[in-house]
């Protein structure tokens, strides 16, 4: 009750400022008035008595401020006084003081740097307008899991029944070469019907948005550019709106720029262009290959809008043969967008709650012991006539500055840990909306929330108990262990323990995704991707001929640079996230629709291509300058296709029909080995390898061989391309060793992620048990001194405060096995390579952390058997 | 554990807390009071009374509250607490220890 008044005072004093000084002001006011009354009736005329009380008074403004300082400095004498005396306790023992504020800057750190992370990639909002309204729209094939682009016929059918939608846009992100002073470049297009900017709810930086008629057929050669690339390409000129912008085929005239920060979807676009569709002939632009995003009327759900578009496909479904059995696939664009990264990020919240709840149990066990030593100090004041209440308010403050250090400290780390994050998860996310991280108050109310909490609670712990002994029996059991201390002594043997196993459970996930990361950097990826180095080319709107023609001299040029060993091309790289299915014939197979055809990829490559990507020849022969545009048709399958199709019997000289390539028969000239086209831990599928000199394709790809470092050679390859065509656009180099390491980055951060929580677990548990024997060992001085004098051995002292934390550790370690056992489930997504109950990593877990734990108890235990008996006879 | 306060101090609190142990006061009246009660031995100066008026309502011994006054103004007025009338029967018993053992050693020394 006194508590509450006090506080309910001491607030209103800092809150109610105002208030209390002018209450202040009458009360003085009063005072001076009954003076001045005094003073005329002692017969003053009442100017004199005025100023007579005054002058007695010296001066209301002095009597003010004196009161001010009595109101303040109760409240601010006693705190500094007990953070005085906080301060000086925790300095008295440096040790608790420095490893309490280390686990709790550890624990608080880390949760705040994963909050912070999981905040800004999970939970912040996309930055457009009414952003929850944003929803993208797929197809969903039937008899298949997953989801496929969208056709444009189905696109214009959405747009004119669906009422679920304020604005449908439909996009596709084919390149854009453009010309300018600095040569030619192929940038990032985004081609889109007219809505797009009302979809995201953006307005244009300068200009203006497409017009409806700009999505209808016809020449429409307008363009607006992305904000990046008008600073980039433009300088930021104000003026650009009306310009020109240059590309091979003429120019595009700029009417507007983009607001900077706007993705479509993950793409951040150099340039938009419009997406004219024919209504009346809607796939004349291309059939299931375009990205269609929406946003929802106020007030309507997703739900809503997906039991609607359910209704639509069916109706669809009727109607239109390519569309039966097919469903429409709606989410919420930020939860689409973030869909990959949230198994992972959950994972870490896990992983990092662990080590918070470590770091707790740690602190909690730390103050505990504490708290036993102190229980002397704590009864002597208390009969010294200390009230309980003045022996909490101490504890409570010993605990906020406590934890305030280790909140503090916690924050620093946090930072750190941050800028560490983002540059170990650069190009791992798939949200952009990750380049603006900072700590946000959440955060830091969340970060204090929790050091408070268990300082707090673990520093009253004490208090508690010492409330509970009379302060006789305490003073009495201040030396020795009374039953008090026996129970302490198991609860801190079940933290000890709880520490353990979560270390162990840490450790464990931290082996196996450590293993699955050697495992991914070893996997045989069927090409050799050191010395190599690609660029795009983006062939445009020449004829056939002159395509296949443009990438012999260009290849022809490029093994002239030196230094380069072989040069092709190939339109979708391995491990670049494209590839290309299509289905194919046997020859003498009855030919029948495209859905009856046998699946198989399909890659378009030139000449020299195995030989650029050193990917071995089986069987037969590579491509090579026999095979003409005129020629007989060749085709090349991989080694997994050989099997699954041409199961022991003969390949080569087999004849296929590939749906793709025009349907021209093809003969089979060889077999190369397999290729894990679609990722470090994809399965290799069956493959057949067309000639871009028989089937030229728009999109390729240079891949270049090289002696040496091969991003040393892009300027040079670059060159040559340029002296082939200067109007050639080239995307930037990239190295295959980019693309494998750009594969590794997630599983990386996982492995590093983990195995860098778990060591901290290993170190908080590692002091943990620590603690509990060496403060064992210092309550026991006493008695081993008398064991030694009797005639114990040294070994037998060892052994005796060796041996309880032997056992603890042990029971944590079974504990911890079990219960990483019991979650293995939680990691399986995450591996490959290994099973999550794979026994090397439970056994390497197990081993280090007995090895730790032997380690740091074995110091105390030692420190034990070297105790002198007649120091220790001596000590208290 | 009480801080070390100087005994001029110290005596004053004890004089506020007995002088509004009889009843609701304000800072005139207790002024007043001390004044008269002392036969004008104690004069309660305005620097004093009021800093330590309002650091013993800052320490939950006396709490304020406004009323008419005798001449119908409002004026604060100082009740103790239950708290305050605790300290005030220990002051008291200090005070008189002390005093006690004083007044011994002026005679006998």
Known sequence: ?876 | MSKPTDLVQGTLDLLILRVIALEPMHGWAIAQRIRHVSNDELRVGQGSLYPALHKLEQQGWIEAEWAASENNRRAKYYTLTRAGRKALESETAQWERLAAAISLVVRRA
């Open chain 1, 1 to 876: 009750m006194r508590w509450a008044t006090k506080l309910r005072l001491r607030l209103r004093s800092l809150l109610q400022g105002d208030r209390v000084e002018a209450e202040l002001d009458e009360e003085l006011r009063f005072h001076l008035d009954r003076l001045t009354e005094e003073h005329v009736a002692a017969g003053l005329a009442p100017a004199d008595a005025r100023r007579a009380a005054l002058r007695e008074m010296g001066g209301l403004d002095q009597r003010k401020e004196e009161c001010r300082d009595a109101r303040g400095l109760a409240l601010v004498d006693e705190l500094r006084q007990d953070v005085r005396y906080a301060l000086r306790g925790l300095r008295k023992s440096p040790g608790f003081t420095t490893v309490a504020i280390l686990s709790l800057a550890l624990g608080v750190g880390a949760n705040t740097t994963i909050f912070t992370f999981v905040n800004a990639v999970l939970l912040r909002p996309l930055p457009y307008p009414g952003s929850d309204r944003l929803v993208i729209l797929r197809e969903r094939p039937p008899g298949a899991e997953g989801t496929v682009s969208v056709h444009p016929l189905n696109f214009l059918e959405w747009r004119a029944r669906a009422r679920s939608f304020e604005a449908l846009a439909l996009v596709q992100t084919p390149p854009l070469n453009v010309t300018g002073a600095n040569g030619a470049e192929q940038i990032a297009r985004v081609q889109t019907t007219a809505e797009l900017f009302r979809v995201f709810g953006v307005g244009p930086a300068r200009g203006r948005v497409f017009t409806p008629e700009e999505a209808q057929p016809g020449n429409h050669d307008v363009v607006i550019l992305g904000h990046g690339f008008w600073q980039r390409w433009f300088g930021g000129d104000p003026a650009v709106v009306g310009r020109r912008l240059a590309v091979p085929e003429g120019s595009l005239t700029i009417i507007g720029v983009a607001p900077p920060g706007l993705r479509i979807g993950l793409m951040e676009a150099d340039a938009y262009t419009p997406l004219p569709i024919d209504p009346a002939k809607p796939d004349s632009i291309g059939s299931r290959s375009f990205q269609c995003y929406g946003r929802l009327k106020p007030r309507v759900s997703v739900d809503a809008a997906r039991a609607e578009m359910a209704v639509v496909a069916s109706a669809l479904a009727r109607q239109y043969p390519m569309d039966e059995g097919y469903g429409v696939f709606v989410s919420g664009l930020h939860e689409y967008l973030v869909r990959e990264g949230r198994p992972a990020l959950r994972l870490l919240m896990a992983v990092v709650a662990t080590v918070l709840v470590i770091a707790c149990v740690n602190v909690a066990g730390l103050l505990m012991a504490r708290g036993i030593r102190r229980r002397g100090e704590l009864a002597v004041r208390a009969s010294l006539g200390a009230s309980r209440g003045r022996l909490v308010r101490q504890l409570i403050i010993e605990s906020l500055v406590l934890s305030s250090l280790g909140g503090a400290a916690g924050l620093v780390l946090a930072y750190g840990g941050m800028l560490a994050l983002v540059t170990l998860t650069a190009g791992a996310l798939t949200v952009g909306s990750i380049e603006p991280i900072r700590l946000e108050s959440t955060c830091l109310v969340f970060t204090l929330l929790v050091s408070t909490m268990t300082a707090v609670v673990f520093g009253l712990l004490p208090a508690w108990q010492a409330s509970r002994v009379e302060p006789q029996m305490a003073l009495r059991e201040r030396t020795r262990g009374g039953t008090a201390d026996r129970r302490q002594h198991r609860m801190r043997s079940v933290l000890v323990v709880t520490e353990v196993a979560m270390a162990v459970v840490l450790l464990v996930g931290a082996g196996l995704l450590l293993r699955t990361f050697s495992r991914l950097v070893r996997v045989d990826l069927g090409f050799q991707q050191a010395g190599t180095i690609t660029m795009g080319l983006f062939l445009g709107r020449r004829p056939p001929e002159a395509r296949v023609a443009l990438v012999d001299q260009i290849l022809e040029r490029v093994e002239a640079v030196p230094g380069v060993k072989a040069a092709s091309t190939i339109q979708f790289l391995p491990l670049s996230g494209m590839s290309c299915g299509t289905g194919f014939w046997l020859e003498g197979q009855a030919r029948g629709d495209a859905s009856h055809a046998l699946p198989t990829e399909c890659s378009l490559v030139s000449r020299g291509y195995f030989a650029a990507m050193d990917v071995p020849i089986l069987e037969g022969r590579p491509f090579d300058g026999r095979d003409r545009m005129g020629g007989p048709r060749v085709v090349i399958v991989n080694r997994s296709f050989a099997r699954r199709y041409f199961p022991g019997g003969r390949v080569l000289g087999r004849r296929i029909i590939v749906v793709w390539s025009d349907e021209a028969r093809a003969e089979i000239v060889g077999v190369v080995g397999d290729v894990r086209h679609n990722g470090l831990t994809s399965e290799p599928v069956p493959t057949v390898f067309l000639l871009h000199a028989q089937t030229p394709g728009y999109i390729t790809t240079l891949v270049v061989r090289t002696a040496g470092d091969a991003s040393a050679q892009a300027a040079a390859v670059r060159r040559a391309i340029h002296d082939v065509d200067p109007s050639q656009a080239v995307s930037a180099a990239k190295t295959m060793e980019q693309y494998v390491g750009d594969l590794l980055v997630r599983p990386r951060m996982y492995a590093a992620l983990v195995a860098f929580f778990a060591v901290f677990a290993v170190i908080l548990a590692a002091i943990g048990i620590y603690g509990l024997i060496a403060y064992v060992v210092t309550q026991r001085t006493h008695e081993i001194g008398i064991r030694l004098a009797l005639g114990a051995s040294r070994g037998d002292v060892f052994r005796a405060a060796f041996g309880p934390g032997a056992r603890l550790t042990f029971l944590g370690l079974v504990l911890g096995i079990g219960a990483a056992w019991g979650l293995r489930g939680l990691v399986s997504t995450f591996l490959f390579g290994v099973t999550p109950g794979d026994p090397v990593s439970y056994v390497v877990a197990a081993a280090v952390f007995a090895v730790v734990a032997i380690a740091v108890a074995a110091i105390p235990a030692h420190r034990a058997s070297r105790v002198e008996p007649t120091a220790a006879l001596r000590y208290e």
